[in-house]
């Protein structure tokens, strides 16, 4: 069942761009012309509120490298692509990454000259507990950086934005109790949380407990893409072991209530103090129906809760959503009535993240080797992905899909929709999870053959130039 958003008043959304394109040098950015034109009269950044945000993204893993370094202990990201190149497209890793770790300034510094607002990055638990739990002890190392990180934040006039949990966790958990198919990670991630609510919570304002859970657990405990690459045996994936058809749903369950517990924890403690604010980011794709049959646009529905409401219906009502508890039956946990009112409106704001759209087709519910994925008795298939993998500078069709994202986010807050922010994925190409450096999502290119050189795209011009438009009553 559908949650009645316009029930729910103290929601806004934050819009974190994941465009699918598969494209792809730096000198200092500068507001020179470039080949392809777009008129933006009808649209400018002064057509957005005036409090309206605009930022970009990142991920400690995929950005930061230096996992050696400064006190670091081992995440299970490090450990999956030690263990299992072959699950990586080009068989990398994070171990350098873009090298924020040593680049943060830079790095920063490009978002001023492009006029961004701000910048949500995450937090490696791994660098700030090597040991998972408060009782081996906190990284000083690690909060420096981050100290650090932040400081430079704020020093060049832009927001910082936290998220802490963005598929990286310790791997000492992983090893002690099975980290998130244990509910002893809602302790030691309520635990982690408030070491950073402590220490850098008079200064940070928004905080993201998690970022995609649901790709968390559809890739890491169903299908093994992501680590802990976990996954049925029967579905020969090269897993290291698991089962696709509980995992995914006790994965979720405890991070919602690991998400419930950290909200409940700051409500209490900080947020009088701090006047921050706290929330979840949310990944899924768009659904349709492959025909208007009956049929299909039940699917459509189903298909909606398994990848969307799964998360959402537990935060509004404290319970999952009744087709999951219909299709999934004794395999789906159960909140208990505690468990339930703390997960109520526990969230300041909700992201979304949005990737593609995939039709939705009915099919037959299947009687045997269940999994995730085909409890929502769905097909779902995807068939307008972008691919262009030319490592350009000239990147036309990442403008135009910007423009055409922010135009629909323009109309949507024309329409009453209460949007806040829009932040981009990604600054800078980076290490793209199990794809590798085989993509490049960013609008500043980063020539890993050659000392990791940034440099603007296009789209990097092209969003100085959009966002270099000041805001004017109206």
């Not at 490090?78 to 090298?99: C, L, R």
């Not at 029967?234 to 979720?252: F, Q, R």
Request: hydrophobic content about 35%; proline content about 4%.
């Amino acid at each position: 069942m559908a949650i009645p958003w316009s029930n729910i008043s103290i929601v806004y959304f934050l819009v974190i761009s994941v465009l699918n394109i598969l494209l792809l040098h730096y000198s200092a950015v500068t507001g020179e012309t470039f080949e392809y034109y777009y008129d933006t009269a009808s649209l400018k950044r002064s057509s957005f509120p005036e409090d309206f945000i605009f930022g970009t993204s990142s991920s400690s893993y995929q950005y930061e490298g230096a996992v050696n370094e400064g006190g670091k202990g081992p995440s299970i990201w490090d450990t999956f692509t030690k263990k299992y190149p072959n699950k990586i497209k080009d068989e990398s890793s994070g171990e350098i990454a873009v090298d924020s770790y040593h680049r943060f300034k830079e790095d920063v510094q490009i978002m001023k000259e492009l006029r961004f607002d701000a910048y949500r990055f995450s937090i490696s638990w791994s660098r700030i507990l090597p040991g998972g739990n408060l009782s081996m002890g906190i990284n000083s190392e690690g909060m420096i950086y981050y100290n650090n990180l932040i400081n430079e934040i704020l020093r060049k006039g832009l927001t910082p934005f936290i998220t802490l949990f963005q598929y990286d966790y310790p791997q000492s958990l992983e090893d002690a109790y099975g980290g998130f198919l244990s509910p002893q990670i809602v302790k030691d991630f309520t635990d982690y949380a408030e070491v950073c609510f402590k220490a850098f919570g008079d200064r940070v304002k928004y905080w993201i407990t998690f970022n995609g859970p649901s790709i968390f657990s559809k890739l890491g405990y169903t299908i093994g893409k992501y680590a802990p690459g976990r996954c049925s045996s029967w579905l020969n994936l090269n897993c290291t072991g698991g089962d696709s058809a509980t995992e995914p749903y006790i994965v979720t369950h405890h991070q919602l209530l690991a998400h419930a517990s950290a909200v409940k924890l700051f409500r209490e403690k900080y947020q009088g103090t701090q006047m921050g604010q706290i929330g979840i980011i949310h990944g899924t794709d768009w659904v349709v129906p492959l025909s208007q049959s009956k049929e299909d646009i039940d699917a459509t529905s189903r298909a909606l809760s398994f990848l969307f409401d799964w998360f959402m219906e537990p935060l509004h009502s404290g319970s999952y959503p009744a087709i999951m508890i219909e299709n999934v039956g004794e395999r789906l946990p159960k909140f208990t009535e505690k468990e339930s009112d703390m997960l109520i409106n526990s969230f300041d704001f909700i992201g979304i993240n949005y990737y593609s759209s995939v039709y939705a087709a009915d099919i037959k519910c299947p009687t045997q080797n269940k999994t995730y994925l085909t409890d929502s008795c769905a097909d779902l298939t995807c068939y307008d992905n972008f691919s262009d993998e030319n490592q350009s500078l000239k990147d036309q069709t990442r403008i135009d899909c910007y423009v055409q994202h922010l135009s629909h986010v323009h109309n949507a807050i024309r329409n009453g929709v209460d949007v806040r922010g829009y932040f981009i994925w990604s600054l800078l190409d980076n290490f793209e999870w199990c794809d590798g450096y085989t993509v490049q999502f960013g609008i500043v290119y980063v020539d890993f053959a050659n000392g990791l050189k940034r440099y603007p795209k296009d789209s990097a011009k092209w969003f100085k130039n959009f966002l270099h438009q000041e805001y004017k009553s109206q």
